[in-house]
């Protein structure tokens, strides 16, 4: 009788090697994803609020670039129209319009946005430190000096 003896090396036994798969379930994302596009951004453009329509937001939006995307140009996003949507050819959920835009007007646009945030604090600290009073300063700058040795 001879006893059969293992020689496979013993990192090819581990429990790693022997888990089974992931069985987990997470819950579908309320707003689905469509898939990342070259040189196009996507966003969820609020159409109404509550059930009241919000024409004035998706008339800035659009007028900002924004172009509400066509359903059959995203087959990837599975999609059930609703038969009361103004918006029966595009993908619509719950109030929200997806839309897209080209990467670069975005990008000019959130630098537009970012330069007037930084004149605004610009012009907020100019005017705050304008009317100082010099007997109540608003900062006061102290300087202090160290010696050492002999002066």
């Not at 090396?9 to 596009?37: G, V």
């Not at 009073?133 to 700058?141: H, I, S, T, V």
């Amino acid at each position: 009788m001879t006893e059969e003896i293992n020689r496979a090396p013993q990192e090819l036994d581990s429990r790693e090697n022997t888990k089974r798969p992931n069985d987990s379930w997470i819950p579908a994302s309320s707003l689905p994803s469509p898939n990342p596009r070259d040189g196009i951004s996507h966003r969820w453009i609020r159409t109404s609020v509550l059930g009241q329509v919000d024409n004035t937001n998706v008339s800035q939006k659009m007028r900002e670039g924004w172009v509400a995307v066509k359903a059959t140009d995203y087959p990837e996003i599975d999609y059930v129209p609703d038969k009361t949507s103004r918006y029966p050819e595009n993908i619509e959920y719950g109030g929200l319009l997806l839309c897209s835009i080209p990467s670069e007007m975005l990008d000019k646009r959130t630098k537009y946005y970012s330069e007037m945030a930084v004149n605004q604090m610009e012009a907020v600290d100019n005017s705050f430190l304008s009317d100082q009073d010099p007997r109540m300063a608003k900062f006061q700058e102290n300087s202090s000096r160290t010696t050492f040795g002999r002066r």
